[in-house]
């Protein structure tokens, strides 16, 4: 939760993301997949698998 991350390639003009809330799944034996992230200037919000955070290609932790 709010950690900070950078994308590789712009997503509708936004590099700078948030992530603001962690999606847990109704089955609490399930494991969590997705989170929600926000763009820090237009403030808008999508929900990407957190997994995709982890490809180095793509986003980067931290604001570069």
């Known amino acids: 939760m709010l ?31 997705f989170v929600e992230i926000e763009a820090i200037y237009s403030k808008k919000v999508r929900q990407i698998a957190w997994r995709e955070l982890m490809n180095s290609e793509e986003w980067s932790q931290g604001w570069k």
Do not use: C, G, N, Y
């Open 3 to 33: 950690s900070k991350w950078t994308a590789a390639q712009p997503i509708a003009k936004q590099k700078h993301f948030l992530v603001t809330k962690v999606i847990t799944p109704e089955d609490p034996k399930e494991k969590i997949e």
